[in-house]
């Protein structure tokens, strides 16, 4: 199942510098599905009876929910990446094991990483949202916007300022992980083995009942319900090994610019190009020290290697982020209406479409391309250099702040324009 993949990551101190936790993914779709940045106020929710139409299906509300920056398909609800106003990440990957994957509409993957969330102001609260959903609701559905069905099984990584979250599920059954300290990664295959701080309370009759586990060796949860031999797993060749190499090789020195570093490596397969390709990148800073805010950055473009990584930072009053938001086409979305996916319409947002230009003059004119190039990375410096101030100064400036991720994807667009014109 490599061709279809997604790759996270989490580094926690020591393995970092300046006491943060440093979160990165990349989220690897199809070539031409579009992914758009897009932020949520916080609510309130008076109505005890309100229902909340996910991607398939509808749920139960919740009284409040808080404010989250999405990075997410334009097609569906939930998202493959994201953060919310109290420093908490999630990213997702597909899995596949013995249990059988549901065809069936339920929620997705990406519903869970947007409901956790909304619904929590921690890791581990995040973790108990989403293993509360999966026992209600169940995950299934197609996860790409096509009539082919493509269905998964679900991996996150959930971190905050405090410490991290491996959660692995298979159908309705699950275990984690609590990672307080050093690097971890997740990849398209099971990777809990026998470290297991929390689970589903059947999963090991389950097992036992499949006849998967003896209930007499030491329970490994990858083993168990994969084909995984997990004294190799870190080994092996593929995507997962070659992130645990990589986050290893920096250990001790890991910034938020070693993570996109990471995530813009190409022999490693983890930026990744073809059918699949790495559609949107994010790397979020997390300091423990809780009067310093959490900063999230979010590509919003394809390949990381050729995309700028733009900075959000939650304030109130955000301003709203219309040049990576797609169009909306309500009721008559093919993916709302039955049967689904019966067209496709075009997604994309402003950034998508002139940075699809730039890519064009990358790949044709070798001059323009390294001046394009050049100029994309002098703005990225640039704003490194300001958040850098902004964490050791301790000095946020709000009314520039509320502006600060449109500001820069305005910047970026100037830069393609300037480039693509004849």
């Excluded at 989250?68 to 420093?87: F, T, Y």
């Excluded at 790495?278 to 979020?284: R, W």
């Excluded at 067209?343 to 947002?349: C, E, M």
Aim: net charge negative; with cysteine.
């Amino acid at each position: 199942m490599e061709p279809c993949s997604c790759d996270t990551f989490v580094a926690l101190p020591p393995a970092t510098v300046d006491n943060r936790i440093i979160f990165g993914k990349n989220s690897d779709r199809l070539c031409d599905e579009v992914q758009e940045i897009v932020y949520f106020p916080a609510a309130v929710h008076d109505n005890p009876r309100e229902h909340l139409q996910c991607t398939y299906i509808e749920i139960d509300q919740v009284p409040e929910t808080y404010a989250v920056v999405l990075s997410r398909p334009a097609w569906l609800w939930g998202a493959e990446m994201g953060a919310n106003e109290h420093g908490v990440c999630i990213g997702n990957e597909a899995v596949w094991g013995r249990e059988e994957v549901c065809d069936e509409e339920a929620l997705l993957g990406m519903d869970l990483v947007r409901l956790g969330l909304e619904r929590a102001d921690t890791a581990e609260k995040a973790l108990n949202v989403i293993v509360d959903l999966l026992e209600k609701y169940g995950q299934g559905g197609n996860c790409s916007e096509g009539r082919m069905v493509f269905s998964y099984h679900n991996s996150f990584l959930i971190a905050d300022r405090n410490e991290a979250w491996i959660l692995e599920t298979a159908g309705k059954y699950w275990a984690a992980e609590k990672v307080q300290e050093g690097v971890r990664n997740i990849s398209n295959q099971l990777s809990i083995t026998t470290k297991i701080d929390r689970e589903h309370p059947d999963m090991r009759n389950y097992a036992k009942q499949k006849g998967w586990w003896d209930g007499k060796k030491e329970f490994d949860f990858a083993a168990t319900y994969s084909y995984l031999d997990t004294a190799k797993m870190k080994i092996s060749p593929g995507r997962y090994c070659e992130g645990y190499r990589l986050l290893n090789k920096h250990k001790g020195n890991i910034t938020f610019e070693t993570m996109m570093e990471i995530l813009r490596d190409k022999p490693s397969g983890i930026n990744m190009e073809g059918e699949f390709l790495t559609t949107a990148s994010m790397v979020s800073i997390l300091p423990q020290d809780s009067s310093l805010p959490c900063i999230h950055f979010f590509t919003g473009t394809p390949d990381p290697e050729r995309s700028v990584f733009k900075p959000f930072i939650f304030v109130p009053n955000i301003s709203q982020l219309l040049d990576t938001s797609s169009p909306t086409f309500g009721l008559e979305d093919p993916v709302k209406k039955k049967p689904r996916f019966q067209h496709k319409p075009d997604r994309r947002h402003p950034l998508y479409q002139k940075h699809q230009q730039a890519l064009e003059v990358i790949d044709k004119k070798e001059e323009k391309a390294k001046t394009l190039l050049d100029n994309m990375r002098k703005l990225e410096k640039e704003l490194f250099k300001e958040i850098e101030s902004i964490l050791q100064n301790k000095h946020l400036d709000g009314d520039k702040i509320v502006n600060l991720f449109p500001q820069c994807v305005k910047d970026e667009i100037r830069i393609y324009k300037s480039n693509i014109s004849p």
